[in-house]
């Protein structure tokens, strides 16, 4: 592999991030959003308090196990601001004829682009933080943050066609009436889930005493705006 790649967490096996398929899951360090509800935030604010794992350990549980692997999922931190690791790690992975997952907060298009082009990836899954609304995006992801370049990724995702937009549903931040202003934006998607938040670990202590979101009222608000989408799940 050319490029040195810090990799900071490793999943053997989850049956979870990839619906219908059995994967590996790489956490790659760093991200240029700080999200309030954040759990995986040490990969973002202390990624050199965190070893790496090694390149060589994983290729050979890959290896070990390509009859029982369907692919690989890519997430972090945000794994596109890695670009030069992405594309030294993602074509080692092709060779090996496992498909990969890649997740986004869909702010860094032009690599997404690339990774597209050059057939690196099988299936993106977009996070959408709430409704794309400058001030309440900006201020859910902790930065001031680019929409046009969202709104942007989000038609290159949907012409890709392998994909579901995602949104954590955080109680007192979201309304109903959120999930329904972010599925008329993406415009009948053709897969979009609504995901419950976990508040222990979140980054924003002022979001660790919330509730969890109740899996009930987020099977009802999908439900209600089942028209919108093409598929609505909740996870």
Not at 152 to 177: D, M, Q, V, W
């Amino acid at each position: 592999m050319s490029t040195k790649v810090s990799i900071k967490g490793f999943i053997k096996n989850s049956f979870l991030d990839w619906d219908g398929k059995i994967v590996s899951v790489l956490f790659l360090p760093a991200c240029n959003f700080r999200c309030k509800f954040c759990h995986n935030w040490k990969l973002v604010t202390e990624p050199d308090t965190m070893p790496d794992v090694l390149t060589d350990e994983i290729f050979c549980y890959l290896t070990e196990h390509l009859d029982f692997l369907d692919g690989v999922c890519i997430t972090g931190g945000e794994p596109c601001i890695q670009k030069d690791s992405l594309f030294s790690l993602l074509p080692e992975i092709r060779k090996m004829g496992l498909k990969i997952k890649i997740d986004t907060n869909g702010s860094m298009l032009e690599v997404l682009e690339d990774l597209i082009h050059l057939g690196y990836v099988d299936y993106i899954a977009m996070d959408i933080k709430t409704e794309l609304n400058q001030q309440k995006y900006s201020d859910l992801c902790g930065t001031d943050v680019n929409l046009e370049m969202l709104r942007k990724s989000i038609c290159l995702i949907k012409n890709f066609g392998n994909y579901e937009f995602r949104t954590t549903y955080i109680p007192g931040i979201h309304k109903p009436e959120t999930i329904q202003k972010i599925l008329l934006e993406l415009e009948m998607p053709k897969k979009y889930v609504l995901q419950r938040f976990i508040p222990e670990n979140a980054y924003s202590p002022e979001l660790r005493n919330l509730q969890k979101a109740d899996i009930e009222e987020l099977n009802k608000i999908a439900s209600m705006y089942s028209s919108l989408a093409h598929h609505i799940s909740v996870r």
